[in-house]
């Protein structure tokens, strides 16, 4: 399930903005949205690569998570939508991946038996 696109947003001058906040309305998102933020590693994950770019290797030593599990949480992430994906060339000529949260808060509030989910896109 696809949570954070890009949102876009065409002003009255017609130049185009980036939204830096979104309310996430639909139920059924904002419940795989939580899950995945129940995530302890998913959450670690994402404080980690919050301010800057971090390859795997990078995140389990700083983070001490197992190489296997920052893999499966960081495709969970990929896929959700919620880091940005960039790749650079070693000196020893080895595709190496870098990670960035795209998310840089979350507000959740419940009340009247509804659940409020605000998120803070982060500034690249």
Do not use: W
Not at 33 to 62: G, N, Q, W
Request: glycine share 2%.
């Amino acid at each position: 399930m696809c949570l954070l696109n890009d949102y876009i947003l065409k002003s009255p001058s017609n130049t185009m903005q980036v939204l830096n906040q979104l309310k996430i309305e639909e139920p059924e998102r904002k419940e795989f949205f939580l899950e995945i933020l129940s995530d302890k590693y998913c959450r670690l994950i994402l404080e980690a690569i919050m301010d800057t770019p971090k390859s795997v290797i990078e995140i389990s030593s700083e983070k001490t998570i197992p190489l296997s599990t920052v893999y499966r949480r960081i495709q969970l992430l990929h896929d959700s939508k919620m880091i940005r994906t960039s790749g650079v060339i070693t000196d020893e000529g080895k595709r190496l991946f870098l990670y960035k949260s795209k998310i840089k808060e979350v507000n959740t509030s419940f009340h009247d038996g509804k659940i409020d989910v605000d998120v803070v896109f982060n500034k690249n």
